[in-house]
T-cell receptor, first 115, second 112 residues
Framework: DTAVSQTPKYLVTQMGNDKSIKCEQN?????MYWYKQDSKKFLKIMFS???????INETVPNRFSPKSPDKAHLNLHINSLELGDSAVYFC??????????????FGPGTRLTVT | SQQGEEDPQALSIQEGENATMNCSYK?????LQWYRQNSGRGLVHLIL?????REKHSGRLRVTLDTSKKSSSLLITASRAADTASYFC????????????FGEGTQLTVNP
């Protein structure tokens, strides 16, 4: 059984388009995250949600909008895609809000390429 | 600035040898975690060490934490080709507001 799943795995699109990435976890966790990993493998948090409530909103352009319809799902919508948005986006979940206290479970990633 | 920085950036060893990776950080932490990332995959949690712990073991993994030097090390003993991956430390800083900050990672290659 997949613990944290993301769709799609690959996403190739043109500048200016709008796209969404979906994430689901079946671990019963309360907290979910979106991370962005750049070409140098640097991983940076974008958002975190706890029980559908936005907790962390890093300095991310307004073009990125997360949505959590329930605590098992966290989607990421990106408007007006730019070349610099090309990266691998990871969804993750953890048991509770205190990030360092619990391990995080990562999805397989979505490789976004903007041309 | 980044909270965690790994050293070395890349490490190549032969199967059976030990691999040591280091992580330094800048501010006081609650906990530190190590993760592994195989090529093209998500990160997998390896071990968590709390700020009041000095050493922790899990199978072939040994993690140390020196809060006075703001550093941690991950030792993998008797390495295998399957250990080839990137290894990241992640810190939960006291002032982080419930977020993990990841370092840049060490790329470990274990040659058969």
């Amino acid at each position: 059984d997949t613990a944290v799943s993301q769709t799609p795995k690959y996403l190739v699109t043109q500048m200016g388009n709008d796209k969404s990435i979906k994430c689901e976890q079946n671990l019963g966790h309360d907290t979910m995250y979106w991370y962005k990993q750049d070409s140098k493998k640097f991983l940076k948090i974008m958002f975190s949600y706890n029980n559908k409530e936005l907790i962390i909103n890093e300095t991310v352009p307004n073009r990125f909008s997360p949505k959590s319809p329930d605590k098992a799902h966290l989607n990421l919508h990106i408007n007006s895609l730019e070349l610099g948005d090309s990266a691998v986006y990871f969804c993750a979940s953890s048991q509770d809000l205190v990030a360092g206290l619990y391990e995080q479970y990562f999805g397989p990633g979505t490789r976004l390429t903007v041309t | 600035s980044q909270q965690g920085e790994e050293d070395p950036q890349a490490l190549s060893i032969q199967e059976g040898e030990n691999a040591t990776m280091n992580c330094s950080y800048k501010t006081s932490i609650n906990n530190l975690q190590w993760y592994r990332q195989n090529s093209g995959r998500g990160l997998v949690h390896l071990i968590l060490i709390r700020s009041n712990e000095r050493e922790k073991h899990s199978g072939r993994l040994r993690v140390t934490l020196d809060t006075s030097k703001k550093s941690s090390s991950l030792l993998i003993t008797a390495s295998r080709a399957a250990d080839t991956a990137s290894y990241f430390c992640a810190t939960d800083a006291v002032t982080s507001g419930s977020r993990l900050t990841f370092g840049e990672g060490t790329q470990l290659t274990v040659n058969p």
